[in-house]
């Protein structure tokens, strides 16, 4: 019986480790490549995940975006190019592809997991 229970425990872990890995495959593509793009332009100064602070510590981390405005409303911003008053950070412009694809994945973070 205790081998049984054991056997079971041991085929209930393999199954969250499958599932849990599995979650990342399941994501919206969108969300995959704004994230890509966020890791490849944005996360040398600005945090793109739910707990890490931002490298730079002027640079807010993506988490809180939608605690100061609804993200949608930097898709006009973004597709015509951001520029800010902090001279470190670059003007930038994405396609509209990409700009769908950055409000996706912040919008992404938004959500509780």
Known sequence: MLKQLCLGATL???????????????????????RTYARVHCAQCHSIDRVTASPLKIAPPFRTLHTRYPVETLAEALGEGISTGHPTMPEFRLDPGQVGDFIAFLKSLEAPR
């Open 12 to 34: 209930g872990v393999c199954l969250l480790s499958v599932l849990a890995g599995s979650s990342a495959a399941m994501e919206d593509p969108a969300v995959q490549r704004g």
